[in-house]
Nanobody
Framework: QVQLVESGGGSVQAGGSLRLSCAASGTIFRFNAMGWYRQAPGKQRELVAVISSGGSTNYSDSVKGRFTISRTNAKNTVYLQMNSLKPEDTAVYYC????????????WGQGTQVTVSS
């Protein structure tokens, strides 16, 4: 079965950095769209960043200039480099991969906690 496994979450002080990784296994297909969502307590899950197999990227306004998404297509792996972290970035971060777009024939990871302290 297809499985997405996130890693790299943890606790960091404001202004620090973390790099999240998500590796897809159990499939021979390349996901055209891979990305990251996050959900803070009491808030709706939101799209943070997405990247296509061709390298096109989109970011939420709140993370532009601070976060960078990248991928290695051969391994269906996606990364999120998070710099200049702010307390409002605190959330559970979820990896998502779609065969066409981010929400088509898609799979979710289990989530990894990111906590940014003041």
């Amino acid at each position: 079965q297809v499985q997405l496994v996130e890693s790299g979450g943890g606790s960091v002080q404001a202004g620090g950095s973390l790099r999240l990784s998500c590796a897809a296994s159990g499939t021979i297909f390349r996901f055209n769209a891979m990305g990251w969502y996050r959900q803070a307590p009491g808030k709706q899950r939101e799209l943070v960043a997405v990247i296509s197999s061709g390298g096109s990227t989109n970011y939420s306004d709140s993370v532009k200039g601070r976060f960078t998404i990248s991928r290695t297509n051969a391994k269906n792996t996606v990364y999120l480099q998070m710099n200049s972290l702010k307390p409002e970035d605190t959330a559970v971060y979820y990896c998502r991969a779609g065969l066409w777009d981010i929400a088509t024939n898609s799979y979710w990871g289990q989530g990894t906690q990111v906590t940014v302290s003041s």
